[in-house]
């Protein structure tokens, strides 16, 4: 029965925040709240540092930008050994997370000697599968369809994104419970 499936299992809800939006991006935010059976037992929030110089349009969209990184960031090393702590024996849940996200963090573990193995879901994957809609829709337009209200402005940081993507997580597992 698929309630057993998440019975006593990890759940960790995140979302990220890179340099791009391609596989050569680096992970600038990191946010997350991780589960056991529909209860939080953690909550996450850091700044990762980088040498990379921020672009433009990433500052304006998430108002992350290279001196707030260098003030609050941790260091990369220490970033990817938290991440892989909270990912330990977890199902992980995010939005695009087969498209961008997972192909990402498989690739930056790669390139640091690691084998990173996720056991995944996408938000977006997931709700096609479950309310039977073929088109790909933004994170908002995901929340909209399942009656879930957000606030536009707050979207674009990744602790609020988390909360948006709790309630989709939530939403979505009552229909296969």
């Known amino acids: 029965m698929l309630k057993d499936l998440f019975k006593d299992r990890k759940i960790v809800i995140f979302d990220i925040k890179t340099t791009e939006q391609d596989l050569d991006s680096e ?13 939080m037992i953690s909550k996450h929030n850091f700044f990762i540092a980088t040498e990379k110089t921020i672009p433009g349009n990433i500052i304006r969209k998430y108002r992350i930008t290279n001196k707030k990184i260098e003030s609050e960031g941790i260091d990369k090393m220490s970033a990817l050994e938290n ?10 849940f995010t939005y695009n997370g087969d ?4 192909p990402l963090l498989e690739k930056i573990y790669k390139d640091f000697g690691y084998n990173l193995e996720l056991s995944e879901i996408d938000a977006l994957k997931l709700a ?21 209200k957000y606030d536009q402005e707050r979207m674009l940081g990744s602790p609020y994104t988390v909360m948006v993507l709790e309630k989709i997580w939530f939403r979505l597992k009552s229909f296969i419970i």
Do not use: M, P, W
């Open 128 to 148: 096609k599968q479950i309310i039977g809609f073929d088109d790909d829709v933004t994170l908002e337009e995901l929340a909209t369809k399942l009656g879930i």
């Open 27 to 39: 992970i600038l935010y990191f946010a997350a709240r991780v589960y056991i059976n529909n209860e």
């Open 83 to 92: 991440i892989a702590f909270i990912f330990q024996e977890a199902i992980l």
């Open 99 to 102: 498209s961008f996200v997972y």
